[in-house]
């Protein structure tokens, strides 16, 4: 089934754009792709480097920390990251293609950021903010009334689940330590240029 099954049937390059959109895989190897030609491309400043690193490895360890708490359409996760914040992962990955933006020093590459950005996060976090209301219903409802999609509720509001991070999970569910992996790399080709 995909994301966009019920939508009102759209023709042409507007079926094109919606089902890019709301193309899970998509969105992640566009953001793939982003980090590399920023870390191909990018020669910079130690200070823009050293900003530019901290940022991402923030949004690294958001990512690390999320991906082990989230069990994907089984339990709603309400504990660790998910007690501030109802999306920790997209809030990650901001930060790293904003932290990979300022290391880089390419004008440009915020200008691709910000469009990546409002092309596929609006519809992203609709969609996975109505299948968990589908989902997991007055329980979902209770927890989003006080939990912010992006910006963080501090302190923060756990629901009644309490779950422990596990690296297993991290692995299983996202495959996590291997996007880390590949994100160090590409710091490390950053640095090098």
Request: hydrophobic share 45%; charged share 15%.
């Amino acid at each position: 089934m995909s994301r966009t099954d019920s939508m009102p049937e759209v023709q042409g390059f507007q079926k094109i754009i919606r089902a890019l959109r709301y193309h899970e895989a998509s969105r992640q190897w566009f953001a793939i792709i982003f980090v590399l030609l920023v870390s191909y491309f990018g020669s910079t400043s130690e200070i823009l480097f050293l900003t530019g690193s901290i940022i991402a490895v923030i949004g690294i360890i958001i990512r690390l920390w999320a991906s082990g708490y989230v069990m994907k359409n089984k339990v709603l996760s309400t504990t660790g990251p998910y007690a501030y914040v109802r999306h920790p992962l997209y809030v990650g990955n901001i930060l790293l293609l904003a932290g990979f933006s300022i290391a880089s020093g390419l004008w440009w590459s915020y200008l691709l950021m910000a469009g990546l950005l409002w092309f596929y996060y609006p519809p992203t976090i609709s969609y996975e903010d109505n299948k968990l209301h589908g989902l997991f219903g007055e329980e979902w409802e209770n927890w989003s009334k006080d939990v912010k999609a992006l910006i963080p509720t501090f302190p923060g509001k756990a629901g009644s689940l309490k779950s422990e991070w596990s690296l297993k999970k991290s692995f299983i569910q996202n495959g996590e330590p291997v996007i880390v992996a590949y994100l160090i790399w590409c710091l490390y080709l950053l640095y090098t240029n």
